[in-house]
Each structure stands twice: as C-alpha cells, then as structure tokens.
C-alpha cells in the first residue's frame, strides 16, 4: 500500500525533516510512527497526503507514484485517504452531521446514502446522540472523534492520523486507538504518528521509529513487548 | 456498534448519476448558503452592492442624457428654417421672384416672405425694443425670405440648396441651422464613445469592487478552505459559494443600477415635457429600453461571476 524509497524531504531554510527514508506498509496494516517531537512524523504523513512534496526519493501509494499527481489530481487521491489531526481540524460554524459528511458530499454520494453512512459512522464512534450539535459544545475527546468520523465516513483505503490522542486523558486514547484497530480488522490500511510509548506498548502493532528525519528501527507486531 | 457493515473495506465508485445529483444539490447549498453569509453581514453587504450599483448607474445616466439631448436636437433640426437676408435696397419685387423661384424646388415645402416693416413689428414687440426703435430715423432691415426645407430632404439636399441659395443675386446672407446640427452630431458621436469608454471603466470598477469584497470574503475563511482541501475537495467545489456570492452582490447591485436610472428617468419627465411644448409637444422624453433595464441586471451578475472567479482562483493557488 505504501512505499518509502530514499524519501527525502528538506525544508527552505534547509532544516532536512527526513533523509533517505524507506519502508514499506502492506495493504491491511496498522502502524505507528514514533520518535521525538522534530523526528519527521507529522512530515511523513503531510507527504502522504501531498501536503507537502519530497525533495528527493520515491513514495507509492496503492501502486501510484506520488510524484506523478498533479496539482489537479491531489483532491482525488485525498479522497481516497482518511486524514486524522491532532487538533480535529473540524468546521466550527456546521453541525457535527455535517462535519461529518463533508467527504461524501466532495465524493457526490446521494442524500440519502450520506445520510445512512454518516449515522454509521456516528454511531461506530458513539456520537449519534450528538449529530445536530456544533462541534463547539462537545469535549476535545468528542470532537476527536467526531474527526475520525470524517476521516473514515467514505471508507478510505488508507487511514492516517497525526498524534490522534494527544490531548486527551489515556482512558480515551485507548478507546480511540481501539477504533483504528477496528478499522484495520475491516481491511483499511491505517498509518498513526503518536509520541505516546507506552500506549503504542500497549497496541501490539508494528511500529516505526524516526529520530532526526532517519529510520532508526523497525519492530514487527510480534517484537513490541 | 453494530454497523461495521458500513464499513466493509474500501469504498466502490459513486455511480454518475447520482454525483450529478449531489453536483446540482451543492449548487443550490452553494447558492443559499452565499446568500444567509450576504445577509449575515449586512452593512458590509449593502455597501459593495451600493457601491456597485451606483458604478454601473452612471454609465446609464449618460446613455439617458444623450439620448435625450439626441432626440432635442431632431426636433429642433426639424422646426429650423432657413433664413436668406436679402442685400439692403434690394426690393419687394425681387424679393418675391426669388422667393417664387426657390418655392418651386423639390425639397423646399414653403417659402414666406418677411418684408423691413413686418420684421420692424416684431423687433417692436420685443421687450426693450421699442424705445430704441424709435430712435431711428429710418427703417435699416432688409426683406428676408424664410424657407422651410421638407423635412424628409436629405442633409445633402439642403446643403446643395443652402450653396445655391448663396450664389443667388441679391442675396446678403444665409443662416442656416445644418452646420450647428452636423456640429451636435459630432459632439453626440463623441459623448457615445465617451459614455462606452465610461461604461468599460466602471465596469472594471465593478469588477475590483466585487473581485476585492470576494477575495476577503475568502481570507476570512482560510481555515474553512484548508479544511475542506484537505478532506479532497476540487477547486470547483471549494470556489462554488464564492462564484455564487459574486453572482449575487452582481445581481443585486444591477437591479439597484436599473432602478437608479428608471429614477432619473422619471425625474427627466417634467423637464422634458415642458420643453416639448416649446417644440409642439413633438419632443418625448428617451427612455430606457426595457431590454437594456433587464439585460444591466444580468450583465452585472455575470460580472461580479467573473470578478470572484479571477479573485478564487488566484487566493486558492495560494491556499493549495
């Protein structure tokens, strides 16, 4: 699904985010990126989503070369990616059930079906009671959720979220990791960039470390302890 | 959690039918949605709408006023006679084998003859006249023949006439209207491209005004972009609410500019209606056409159309 080949990324100013990076995610997988705040976690993601672009080095997506999409393309290739932010990055002044629909209406999805899936969504992250309400009257967590909500509603093939969990209290980082992994199990491809160690411990899931822009280590599933 | 159907793998292709539906569906969200953000904010609204109006007012303002002074300048070429001074000691006699001679002509339709005493009656008749008059020892005034040109002869014919008339023995002077009404032509002729270059120019105004109301309309909502690019929106779909408001603050400002000129219109009326008693009441005020009236409206929607999408298009290349 994934594939890093010596991505570089350097910033004018010349600060290099990442340097010759490569790895590979299969289709169907979860991962972590961890590694300290400036390791190059939030610049991987950005260069999924063509956010930014690499100075150097190779990304495919799902058999895509990235640097083939044009300016023109990028919606449709975002379409196809579910992103998560650390600050949710919702629409203050639209309802929650509008939030949340947002990527089905750019998708041209009919009323009707936006409606159905958009409750489904709701409901799988436990806010249906909530569709009507702006995301201002709810807590970070809910809006959190609210967020991965849209992230999920179009049924991305690839999910990515940045520091999905980080200010919320560990109880509900669990919950909401717990959520990921519940996507993963139904086939989506799921990439998270969290600092939060011991929470990742907890996971069970491969994880991919960075310090200073380089890959540092790679633990299979299997090897988090 | 009991939906995890919804979300059994990746999604298929929306099927095209029904992405046209939801295209039309975010046209009209698009379109009411500009509309409550236009009246969420109403002075700031209003002002780019009176601004606007009152550039494409103007333009139409002149076209009126031109026009109008048009039309006066017909009735007054049509009720123009030609005067022929006869020389001084030039007799009735003469006077009146030219007048019958110049009577016979095609294009003339009458012919008068003024002898020194009647013109003499008349100046006395005019207020002031009279004791100067009477000052002198004889009469000084020449016969003076009045011909009145058919009034579908041809500029050419009654200039040839006017030449010929010239030419005649005895005759002093000829004052004829035709060069002033070639002059009134050319200066209408001049005031039309005026009031085109005029209407080009405000319509550039109007332009910036909504190009400018729309770009920060658009910076204003920066972070609502952002968002909406990131989740995959198109240029199209993100720019839709901002052509819309366009077309709105044009609309509006072009039926505000068709309702200030019907204004002046009417307030031409009066000083119209009583200069055309001067004229028989031949002289009727220059409307507006009422394809015009509706056509402003419309021309000024798809101008401020335009003004937003050269505005979007430059303010979301710098988003993206």
Same mark, same amino acid.
């Given at each position: 699904? @994934?594939?890093?080949?010596?991505?570089?990324?350097?910033?004018?100013?010349?600060?290099?985010?990442?340097?010759?990076?490569?790895?590979?995610?299969?289709? +169907?997988?979860? &991962?972590?990126?961890?590694?300290?705040?400036?390791?190059?976690?939030?610049?991987?993601?950005?260069?999924?989503?063509?956010?930014?672009?690499?100075?150097?080095?190779?990304?495919?997506?799902?058999?895509?070369?990235?640097?083939?999409?044009?300016?023109?393309?990028?919606?449709?290739?975002?379409?196809?990616?579910?992103?998560?932010?650390?600050?949710?990055?919702?629409?203050?002044?639209?309802?929650?059930?509008?939030?949340?629909?947002?990527?089905?209406? @750019?998708?041209?999805?009919?009323? !009707?079906?936006?409606?159905?899936?958009?409750?489904?969504?709701?409901?799988?992250?436990?806010?249906?009671?909530?569709?009507?309400?702006?995301? !201002?009257?709810?807590?970070?967590?809910?809006?959190?959720?609210? +967020?991965? !909500?849209?992230?999920?509603?179009?049924?991305?093939?690839?999910? @990515?979220?940045?520091?999905?969990? +980080?200010?919320?209290?560990?109880?509900? !980082?669990?919950?909401?990791?717990?959520?990921? &992994?519940?996507?993963?199990?139904?086939?989506?491809?799921?990439? @998270?960039?969290?600092?939060?160690?011991?929470?990742?411990?907890?996971?069970?899931?491969?994880?991919?470390?960075?310090?200073?822009?380089?890959?540092?280590?790679?633990? &299979?599933?299997?090897?988090?302890? | /959690?009991?939906?995890?159907?919804?979300?059994?793998?990746?999604?298929?292709?929306?099927?095209?039918?029904?992405?046209?539906?939801?295209?039309?569906?975010?046209?009209?969200?698009?379109?009411?949605?500009?509309?409550?953000?236009?009246?969420?904010?109403?002075?700031?609204?209003?002002?780019?709408?009176?601004?606007?109006?009152?550039?494409?007012?103007?333009?139409?303002?002149?076209?009126?006023?031109?026009?109008?002074?048009?039309?006066?300048?017909?009735?007054?070429?049509?009720?123009?006679?030609?005067?022929?001074? /006869?020389?001084?000691?030039?007799?009735?006699?003469?006077?009146?084998?030219?007048?019958?001679?110049?009577?016979?002509?095609?294009?003339?339709?009458?012919?008068?003859?003024?002898?020194?005493?009647?013109? /003499?009656?008349?100046?006395?008749?005019?207020?002031?006249?009279?004791?100067?008059?009477?000052?002198?020892?004889?009469?000084?005034?020449?016969?003076?023949?009045?011909?009145?040109?058919?009034?579908?002869?041809?500029?050419?014919?009654?200039?040839?006439?006017?030449?010929?008339?010239?030419?005649?023995? =005895?005759?002093?002077?000829?004052?004829?209207?035709?060069?002033?009404?070639?002059?009134?032509?050319?200066?209408?002729?001049?005031?039309?491209?005026?009031?085109?270059?005029?209407?080009? /120019?405000?319509?550039?105004?109007?332009?910036?005004?909504?190009?400018?109301?729309?770009?920060?309309?658009?910076?204003?909502?920066?972070?609502?972009?952002?968002?909406?690019?990131?989740?995959?929106?198109?240029?199209?779909?993100?720019?839709?609410?901002?052509?819309?408001?366009?077309?709105?603050? =044009?609309?509006?400002?072009?039926?505000?500019?068709?309702?200030?000129?019907?204004?002046?219109?009417?307030?031409?009326?009066?000083?119209?209606?009583?200069?055309?008693?001067?004229?028989? =009441?031949?002289?009727?005020?220059?409307?507006?056409?009422?394809?015009?009236?509706?056509?402003?409206?419309?021309?000024?929607?798809?101008?401020?159309?335009?003004?937003?999408?050269?505005?979007?298009?430059?303010?979301?290349?710098?988003?993206?």
């Amino acid at each position: 699904m @994934i594939h890093f080949d010596q991505v570089s990324k350097r910033y004018e100013g010349g600060h290099e985010a990442l340097s010759q990076l490569s790895f590979e995610v299969p289709t +169907g997988e979860m &991962a972590f990126v961890t590694g300290h705040s400036g390791a190059g976690k939030s610049t991987l993601l950005k260069l999924l989503g063509l956010i930014e672009r690499p100075s150097h080095g190779v990304i495919t997506l799902d058999g895509q070369n990235l640097a083939r999409v044009r300016r023109g393309g990028i919606p449709r290739l975002r379409r196809r990616i579910g992103m998560v932010f650390q600050d949710h990055r919702l629409l203050m002044e639209r309802t929650v059930f509008a939030n949340v629909e947002l990527p089905l209406m @750019i998708g041209g999805v009919a009323r !009707a079906e936006r409606a159905r899936r958009v409750r489904a969504a709701l409901e799988k992250v436990g806010l249906l009671a909530c569709e009507r309400q702006l995301p !201002a009257t709810l807590s970070t967590g809910e809006q959190q959720r609210v +967020g991965i !909500a849209r992230a999920i509603v179009a049924r991305p093939t690839l999910l @990515i979220a940045d520091e999905p969990t +980080g200010n919320l209290d560990p109880q509900l !980082a669990v919950e909401i990791m717990g959520l990921f &992994a519940e996507f993963q199990q139904v086939g989506t491809t799921v990439l @998270i960039a969290s600092h939060d160690l011991s929470l990742i411990k907890r996971m069970h899931k491969r994880v991919i470390v960075l310090d200073h822009g380089r890959l540092v280590a790679d633990l &299979a599933a299997q090897e988090v302890l | /959690m009991n939906a995890s159907k919804e979300f059994n793998g990746p999604a298929a292709q929306v099927p095209r039918q029904q992405r046209f539906a939801s295209w039309q569906e975010h046209h009209g969200w698009s379109a009411a949605a500009s509309l409550r953000r236009l009246a969420a904010r109403p002075l700031g609204s209003l002002l780019t709408i009176a601004v606007m109006g009152l550039a494409l007012a103007l333009p139409l303002a002149f076209y009126l006023l031109l026009g109008n002074v048009q039309k006066l300048g017909d009735a007054m070429g049509q009720s123009q006679a030609i005067s022929v001074f /006869m020389q001084t000691g030039q007799s009735g006699q003469a006077t009146q084998l030219l007048a019958t001679q110049l009577g016979n002509r095609p294009e003339v339709a009458s012919v008068a003859v003024k002898s020194p005493q009647q013109g /003499m009656e008349e100046l006395a008749k005019m207020q002031g006249f009279s004791g100067a008059l009477a000052l002198l020892d004889d009469n000084p005034l020449p016969y003076v023949v009045q011909l009145q040109p058919r009034s579908d002869a041809s500029a050419a014919a009654v200039e040839t006439l006017v030449a010929d008339v010239r030419a005649m023995q =005895g005759v002093e002077l000829v004052q004829d209207s035709d060069s002033w009404r070639k002059r009134l032509e050319a200066l209408l002729g001049v005031g039309n491209r005026v009031v085109l270059m005029l209407a080009l /120019m405000l319509a550039m105004a109007a332009l910036l005004v909504v190009g400018n109301t729309v770009r920060v309309d658009i910076a204003s909502r920066s972070e609502e972009i952002g968002v909406l690019l990131l989740v995959g929106a198109s240029d199209a779909f993100v720019r839709r609410p901002y052509l819309y408001a366009g077309i709105w603050y =044009g609309l509006f400002s072009g039926i505000l500019a068709a309702l200030l000129a019907v204004v002046i219109e009417l307030g031409l009326a009066a000083p119209v209606a009583q200069l055309s008693q001067t004229y028989d =009441g031949k002289l009727r005020v220059a409307g507006l056409p009422t394809w015009l009236l509706l056509a402003v409206p419309l021309a000024a929607a798809a101008l401020g159309w335009l003004g937003a999408r050269l505005v979007s298009a430059w303010q979301l290349r710098k988003a993206a």
